[in-house]
């Protein structure tokens, strides 16, 4: 086999395309969601290579037209985890064995496909299997799963190159990096299709083989990124995606000797049961395994008295309300010092009167649905409980409608206590909170941002006042793994801003970067002596 010290492409980030009017993007998108729209398709788990069929079906349907359906799912049993832990074993010795540079170009290709060829059809199954528009399936399931990708790549050539600086006179000592011994489990949520790619994709780059799991309101979106998977040269078997209830997964996963470690994104409380599941069984495992998790977030955004209110308003709304507030690093508590929330509130219901809300086909909407029934139902009894309290004030908003789609309207809540349920507690969904506190009291609200919430995920402050900003950065230094300043508490960017956060909020080993990497691999130290020492005798031993 030949050998060589290979330099990987220097990546950069996929530059996000418009769909304006009148665009060949925009065209190519609408006729993949007509495609898409206009058949039912059958889609397969895969297991080793194999697609395989039950007579068990789950129906795929967009959130915003429930009464659509895009196609049917094979449900999986115990059965079926068993057999993907099987495969992913029984690939796992060549997989590993692979040079890593053969590894790295699948999936450089695969980054390739999507920017190119599969663009639209991923997108266009974002779109309608997870309510996005158009913009958000962009930076989303193109332009950052093109990044996890390609700077994935580049990370993996700089985990190889660490070595020792020092080798002494007569030895070399050099670090090799192992893939873990047995079988990742990746868990990933409806929300992003990019974290569905990159939670099994990150794992499998450094050597390892997976399990996958994705939350059923994404499998539309997943099927594709297997198929591309798939054209981009994965060996069989070396990621696994089944369709299962988590019960069922975690009684096959979390009892055998093999299980290696879990690459997570989804809630707390899940987050938390896995975790103590986890060490419970910890003496059946043949290794310690990794845990790395991103959970929940309840993100702030702190808005000063020097700050400019049209910024203010404009980071308030978008950090809030693109995608429905489904983001883990949506805003979703507000505070406003008094001096300018009046000309914040003006600047807000101008232009909340402009947003529009409707499917993600036209698109015109800024707002399309929630992903299914029980959040629709969980944000309406926030939302009830908000009109029915007299210390509540909903000056936006306060509608919902799940006749067709599972839709809720913006809606912006101001209360009189910051420890009100909905500064507290997370909703996932278009809903804010406001409080507005006393200029002179900003050290208190500080004080309030980081004792409200157990997570600590996304945060922001937004101020002319560089004391101010100062003042906040330091005091805030635990309460968010990635802090913003006059800006909006979302979209970091793959290379730019590395994500996680901590407490509650996850593990903060930071996707996109390095650190997450290291997570999925286990390292060998080798010294290698090249005149070892034929007698036992040091010199201090000697007669004077």
């Known amino acids: 086999m030949l050998k060589g010290f290979f330099n990987v492409p220097v990546p950069v980030n996929e530059p996000i395309l418009g769909y304006a009017p009148g665009s060949k993007e925009r065209e190519l ?17 895969y297991i080793g290579g194999k697609e395989v069929h039950t007579a068990d079906k789950g129906k795929v ?21 068993q057999s993907a832990i099987d495969a992913a074993l029984a690939a796992k010795a060549n997989w590993e064995n692979l ?64 070595q020792p600086p020092v080798s002494p006179k007569g030895a070399w ?15 990933t949520p409806f929300n992003f299709t990019a974290i569905a790619g990159n939670l099994p994709t990150s794992v499998a780059l450094m050597g390892n083989v997976v399990v996958w799991k994705p939350a059923n309101t994404q499998i539309f979106a997943a099927n594709v990124l297997m198929q591309i998977f798939k054209e981009a040269g994965l060996p069989d078997g070396v990621i696994n995606l089944v369709y299962v209830s988590g019960p069922d997964a975690g009684e096959v996963i979390f009892n055998h000797p093999d299980f290696a470690g879990i ?9 938390q049961d896995i975790w103590k599941t986890i060490g419970n069984n910890i ?28 910024v203010s308003s404009t980071a308030i709304l978008r950090g809030s309300f693109e995608y429905q507030g489904q ?16 000309a914040i509130k003006e600047f807000m219901i101008r232009d909340l009167a402009t947003f529009k809300m409707g499917g993600t086909e036209d698109f015109g909407n800024f707002i399309n649905a929630v992903i299914d029934a029980n959040s629709f139902n969980k944000l309406a009894k926030y939302i009830d409980a908000a009109k029915a309290d007299s210390s509540v004030e909903i000056i936006a908003g306060g509608n919902y409608d799940n006749s067709k789609g599972y839709f809720i309207e913006p809606t912006v809540l101001v209360v009189q206590d910051p420890k009100y349920t909905t500064m507290c507690e997370e909703l996932f969904g278009p809903v804010l909170t406001i409080y507005v506190y006393n200029d002179e009291a900003y050290a208190e609200v500080l004080e309030t941002i980081d004792g409200t919430s157990i997570y600590a995920l996304t945060g922001a402050v937004i101020a002319q006042d560089r004391y101010a900003i100062e003042q906040a950065t330091h005091a805030l230094r635990n309460a968010a793994g990635n802090f913003y300043i006059n800006d909006k508490c979302t979209g970091a960017v793959v290379g730019q801003q590395p994500f996680g956060g901590a407490r509650g909020s996850g593990t903060n080993d930071k996707a996109g970067s390095m650190i997450n990497l290291l997570r ?13 020492p034929k007698d036992y005798r040091y010199p201090f031993l000697a007669e004077d």
């Not at 390292?523 to 002596?529: G, M, N, V």
Request: hydrophobic content about 40%; proline content about 5%; aromatic content about 12%.
């Open 99 to 162: 040079a890593w540079e053969h590894r790295a170009a699948i999936f450089l290709k695969a980054a390739d496909l999507i920017a190119g060829p599969y663009r639209y059809k991923l997108n266009a199954a974002t779109m309608l299997g997870q309510s996005k528009n158009a913009y958000q399936a962009e930076i989303d399931s193109a332009c950052e799963l093109i990044d996890f990708l390609r700077f994935n790549v580049s990370y993996m050539s700089d985990i190889y190159k660490q």
């Open 283 to 310: 003496h059946k495992f043949k290794t310690y395994p990794r845990i790395v998790g991103e959970t929940g977030g309840k993100d702030f955004i702190l808005v000063h008295g020097s700050a400019d209110p049209e």
């Open 263 to 271: 690459h997570f994104t989804g809630s707390t409380g899940v987050f």
């Open 520 to 532: 999925w691999v286990s390292p060998r130290t080798i010294k290698e002596t090249f005149d070892p």
């Open 61 to 81: 349907t967009p959130p915003h037209d429930h009464q659509h359906v895009l196609g049917q799912y094979s449900k999986g049993d115990k059965s079926h985890v």
């Open 327 to 342: 983001k883990c690093s949506a805003a979703s508590r507000v505070y406003i010092a008094k001096s300018v929330w009046p």
């Open 29 to 45: 998108l609408k006729a993949a969601i007509a495609d898409a729209r206009s058949k039912q398709i059958d889609i397969p788990m």
């Open 173 to 187: 000592n050099r670090v090799e990096q192992r893939p873990l011994e047995g079988f990742v489990f990746a868990l």
